[in-house]
């Protein structure tokens, strides 16, 4: 991928998900990748909100001694129903309890944002949330949405990017690219106050 020519600091994702991946590719900056290694462990007490804010976090620093003169993209998001955190299922057992407890449901996504500059070690971080009310939902229509799509490894056993916003019965958000993983808008606003443009 190119980079606009005003491009002049190194962008690094530090995120496997191919989801995160696709989106930052949709604002046509070049980019690396690395994997961060991080415990997602949820401490005791910690809050959902305070969990993706500091992994989000946790991820980005992972990546400055490999990358210390980058700007470091940090990302995590949990799913809450009814005051329950939703992990990603892994299988299809669980994807279909879960949705089965998610049908006619209200759930918060809570994605956790951080654009950390390795060389002056500042960090921007904040919660991006987005709520989905789910349709009811059939058994039936469970199973043909799960082996259709196969969601194991999305919180909330979901692709709204996909078929999965066949379950849903709205949206409410600023942005949809948080229920994603990577919240473009407030991203981009961030990319341009450290001198990356875009558009």
């Avoid at 007490?45 to 210390?68: F, H, I, M, N, W």
């Avoid at 789910?134 to 909330?156: H, K, M, S, V």
């Amino acid at each position: 991928m190119t980079a606009h020519s005003g491009q002049q600091r190194t962008l690094v994702l530090a995120s496997t998900s191919p989801f995160r991946h696709e989106l930052l590719q949709r604002l046509g900056v070049a980019f690396a990748t690395l994997a961060p290694d991080v415990d997602e462990t949820r401490r005791p007490d910690e809050s959902p909100e305070a969990l993706v804010l500091r992994l989000s976090e946790t991820k980005a620093r992972a990546g400055a001694q490999q990358y210390p003169d980058a700007l470091i993209i940090g990302s995590d998001q949990v799913a809450v129903c009814a005051g329950e955190v939703l992990g990603k299922p892994g299988n299809h057992a669980a994807a279909c309890e879960q949705l089965r407890r998610l049908a006619g449901k209200e759930v918060n996504f809570l994605t956790g944002l951080c654009l950390y500059d390795a060389s002056s070690d500042q960090a921007r971080v904040e919660l991006v949330p987005f709520r989905v009310l789910f349709r009811p939902l059939t058994d039936e229509q469970i199973d043909r949405y799960l082996r259709i799509e196969q969601p194991y490894n999305c919180a909330g056993s979901f692709k709204s990017e996909g078929l999965g916003i066949s379950l849903f019965e709205s949206m409410h958000g600023d942005d949809p690219n948080a229920l994603i993983g990577l919240p473009l808008i407030r991203l981009t606003s961030w990319l341009n106050a450290a001198g990356i443009t875009v558009p």
